[in-house]
């Protein structure tokens, strides 16, 4: 056929690994722009969108290390990933575990076939349904770590580029975490802000001080109960709502 007459290629490029990671980001901007929210909700969300972003992936949990090598599993998708937790929890071994702990990405490929975890495994195959598995190594907000384990009934359905995809998504997963975190401290720091300043109110209107004497009053009251100011506040808020003094 001649070059220069043959119809042109009218099929659409592949442009799916570029659409996935503009989702990923987009979803992780959404979280990180819309307000102070539950982190719990955060969390939820991230889940759910790693299901919707990441190929293969038909359930999803976010973990986060516990004491004495253990999972607290903070978000999933179903009950199985729930369960997931629960079992290596029970052996002290499995790939969330390993994830965390040992190497920053675990993969099983077909769980019939894995012989890393020998307590965890027979009990993994008799209660879930999923043959592949990946693990990755979140950093959340704190000094602790998780993460995020994507779960598939097929063998072998995470690729070395699914594997790709899914790291990319984990780093906006954490990202998002601690913004969530950021925002819920801020939001504490604006409410134990409003307490402090009601409960120094009742105090200058009681003693008839300036507010600096009252925050001194707070302060003092701190120390020699060895409680925060914050709680004291409270208190002295409880206690006027309580107990009203007569007219």
């Keep these: 056929m001649d070059p220069m007459t043959a119809e042109p290629d009218t099929r659409a490029p592949d442009t799916r690994p570029l659409d996935v990671h503009v989702a990923i980001a987009d979803m992780a901007r959404r979280l990180a722009a819309g307000g102070p929210r539950e982190l719990s909700t955060v969390l939820d969300d991230l889940v759910a969108g790693a299901v919707h972003n ?8 976010i973990s986060i290390a516990g004491r004495k090598r253990t999972l607290v599993t903070e978000a999933a998708t179903g009950e ?4 997931h937790s629960e079992i290596q929890n029970s052996n002290g071994q499995g790939p969330c575990l390993s994830a965390i702990w040992d190497q920053p990405v675990v993969r099983i490929d077909d769980l019939r076939d894995e012989t890393r975890w020998p307590q965890y ?6 209660a879930i349904p999923f043959r592949s598995i990946l693990s990755l190594r979140l950093f959340t907000a704190t000094d602790s770590f998780g993460s995020l384990t994507l779960f598939a009934t097929p063998p072998e359905a995470f690729s070395p580029d699914v594997e790709e995809i899914a790291s990319i998504f984990a780093a906006h997963a954490t990202a998002a975490w601690a913004s969530a975190v950021r925002g ?5 720091a604006l409410a134990s802000r409003d307490i402090i300043a009601q409960a120094k109110g009742m105090v200058m209107e009681r003693f008839h001080i300036d507010a600096l004497a009252a925050f001194a009053l707070l302060s003092r009251l701190s120390q020699d109960t ?11 808020i409880d206690a006027e709502t309580a107990d009203p003094a007569p007219a």
């Design 54 to 61: 990441i190929d293969g992936a038909e359930e999803a949990s």
């Design 80 to 83: 199985l990933a729930q369960l």
């Design 121 to 126: 495994t027979p009990d993994a195959r008799a």
């Design 184 to 188: 819920a401290q801020y939001a504490d």
């Design 226 to 236: 060895n409680t925060r100011v914050i709680d004291v506040a409270r208190q002295l």
